[in-house]
């Protein structure tokens, strides 16, 4: 058994210093009115100018768009885009599109379509945050790019037939197929050591054993980040046999095991390939959180992800409408509400209005200082991420001040001009991935 290092208990039970005392040269104390003033430009440093332009552009939003920020939510049909809600005179375009099977058509020409309809149609009703598109990309049953792109086989099969180097080319080609199709994030991999415990619910989704989630999982996100494709561990810390859309699923490992099988690997992974975003599990661990479920814990998320296991990128919750929180009392809006004050960043639901949760967060941000402060927080994540995949740009003025500003024109002309040589590299891309795929899995059946 695993040795649980001394940090990471004290992670859980010491809380971070965040202030300081300034003093003069001889250490005596100062008080705050005998410390000198600088102009605020002249001290700042350039990422210190970038924060500032980041909180000015936020500032700009409307109120609306500046909720939608923090939802990843399922979006109507796969031919052409709109928005399905309002907030006052605003439309309603959340932060992430998240793609279903339902949303994925028939061909590459089809899919780019859609995807550039989004942000012709935000750009058209000046929607300035726009949207990152997400799916999940697992590889085997988890595929909603089934017959798109070049055949992607699952976790385990990967990992059982491929080398790690393999498997990362296998990878780098989905990635690239992805990005050209205009997806920027994947929910994948799954990092969930398989155990009798988890088998029959993770299926062949697991790369297997502590060893080999560690490589593999690790090879994936560094194929995904490097080629513009933003990944999400998941399901942090893990799940059971008890399907979270069905049930709550309750681990009851000792707190030695819940390190060594559910945290270390996801420590490893993130130390070693730096994924954007970790999406977290519905489920419940005694020896830990025994009342709450990870993705709406404070000790899960704040303590030991974000503290303990060092991670500084977006945190997903699952999705809130599943039936692990809805028959244990959690509605979406009270889920919501626990989530983003135990840390998680980004909302995930599976319905496609979200205009009833944004309004009680919103109205309970009026009210409550400190929330309000932590769904700032989350909203200015968000916002990275979008610099990060492309969608907003931080561009230098004259000053040496910066400005944030959408990364381009999203017009119907200008999307149109580019999409034939888009489609163009993706077809090329998809027949390098089916030469690898039948390099490697030749005369195999998934």
Same mark, same amino acid.
């Given at each position: ?44 440093? &350039?990422? =210190?100018?970038?924060?500032? +332009? ?5 500032? #700009?939003?409307?109120?609306? *768009?500046?909720?939608? !920020? ?121 990092? &969930?050591? =398989?155990?009798?415990?988890? +088998? ?5 989704? #697991?790369?297997?054993?502590? *060893?080999?989630?560690? !490589? ?144 009680? !967060? ?85």
């Amino acid at each position: 058994m695993r040795k649980v290092p001394a940090f990471f208990l004290a992670c859980l039970l010491i809380p971070l210093a965040s202030c300081s005392v300034q003093k003069d040269g001889k250490g005596k104390e100062l008080d705050s009115a005998e410390i000198p003033v600088e102009l605020e430009e002249d001290r700042l440093t &350039e990422d =210190e100018l970038k924060e500032k +332009a980041l909180e000015e552009f936020l500032d #700009s939003l409307s109120e609306g *768009e500046r909720m939608s !920020l923090i939802f990843l939510v399922n979006i109507e049909g796969n031919s052409a885009y709109h928005s399905v809600e309002k907030y006052q005179e605003d439309f309603l375009v959340p932060g992430g599109c998240l793609f279903f099977s339902f949303n994925i058509a028939d061909s590459g020409e089809e899919i780019v379509s859609f995807i550039d309809s989004i942000y012709a149609w935000c750009e058209k009703n000046k929607i300035r945050s726009l949207p990152y598109v997400a799916l999940d990309q697992e590889g085997g049953y988890v595929n909603r790019l089934r017959n798109v792109t070049s055949p992607l086989p699952s976790a385990k099969r990967i990992a059982q037939s491929l080398t790690p180097s393999q498997g990362a080319l296998l990878y780098q080609s989905q990635a690239r197929q992805m990005r050209l199709l205009g997806f920027t994030m994947n929910l994948a991999p799954v990092v &969930e050591v =398989e155990t009798e415990d988890n +088998a029959d619910f993770l299926d062949t989704r #697991s790369y297997g054993s502590a *060893e080999q989630v560690e !490589l593999f999982a690790a090879q994936a996100v560094r194929a995904y980040e490097e080629n513009g494709v933003a990944s999400v561990l998941k399901h942090f810390p893990g799940n059971t046999n008890t399907d979270p859309h069905t049930g709550l699923p309750e681990i009851s490992l000792s707190y030695e095991k819940v390190y060594g099988q559910l945290i270390e690997p996801f420590g490893s992974v993130i130390k070693s390939s730096s994924p954007s975003a970790v999406l977290m599990s519905h489920a419940r661990v005694s020896s830990l959180d025994k009342n709450t479920p990870a993705c709406l814990s404070r000790i899960w998320v704040n303590d030991i992800l974000c503290n303990a296991l060092g991670f500084d990128g977006l945190v997903l919750s699952d999705d809130i409408f599943m039936a692990a929180l809805e028959k244990n009392g959690f509605s979406p809006e009270a889920a919501s509400l626990a989530a983003i004050n135990a840390g998680v960043d980004v909302i995930m639901l599976s319905e496609k209005k979200f205009s009833s949760v944004a309004h009680f !967060l919103l109205d309970r941000s009026k009210i409550d200082s400190d929330f309000a402060e932590r769904l700032r927080s989350a909203q200015k994540k968000v916002l990275r991420y979008k610099i990060r995949a492309g969608l907003l740009s931080t561009v230098q003025n004259e000053d040496g001040s910066f400005t944030v500003i959408p990364s381009s024109s999203y017009s119907e002309e200008s999307l149109e001009q580019t999409r034939q040589f888009r489609l163009e590299e993706f077809y090329k891309e998809r027949e390098n991935g089916e030469s690898l795929y039948q390099q490697f899995f030749v005369g195999a059946s998934e």
